[in-house]
């Protein structure tokens, strides 16, 4: 199962200097732009491959509704099953975990991918709890992950990315 990140990773987040302000007013959320990646996440789930969504949300009236809406507009072809939302500060590694647990036995052991931009997630990913193997993939987007950290795995362009994952994973 390949998890994406939606804030800074799938969509332009951070387009503006007072985001911080600005996302807990109705709209922050569902106007955001998307990157190429959103695309390529909607490509992955339209050919089959196990895709979910896994997203922190703040304390906002609007923030989980504005995401299941702009989820349904750029990224269709993953079903709302398929949407965790954690509260931010939240370990996505156990939410991740839970989730995979609603699959039952045949699941354990398998390979979890998280994309994501945010340098703490990946190491809660990278320590993650469970009969599973976790691999956080790191997202360069040009802001997040400036403080020269090294990741085994990470990508700047779709292009890196296909590559990565088709020739360090299972994705072909």
């Known amino acids: 199962m390949i998890f994406f990140d939606m804030d800074g990773t799938l969509a332009k987040f951070y387009y503006h200097p007072q985001y911080l302000e600005l996302m807990y007013e109705q709209g922050y959320f569902r106007n955001l732009q998307p990157y190429k990646l959103a695309d390529y996440a909607n490509n992955l789930a339209a050919s089959g491959i196990p895709v979910a969504i896994l997203s922190a949300c703040i304390d906002s009236p609007y923030c989980e509704q504005e995401k299941r809406a702009w989820l349904k507009q ?13 509260r931010a500060g939240e370990n996505k590694a156990e939410a991740a975990r839970k989730y995979m647990e609603q699959f039952g036995e045949e699941c354990k052991g398998s390979n979890l991918f998280l994309v994501d931009d945010y340098g703490k997630n990946l190491e809660q990913w990278e320590n993650g709890t469970g009969d599973y193997r976790y691999f956080p993939i790191k997202y360069f987007n040009g802001i997040n992950g400036t403080k020269k950290k090294k990741y085994k795995y990470s990508f700047k362009t779709i292009k890196q990315f296909e590559k990565l994952i088709s020739t360090r994973f299972w994705v072909k």
């Open 74 to 86: 750029y990224l269709p072809a993953i079903d709302e099953n398929h949407y965790i939302f954690t």
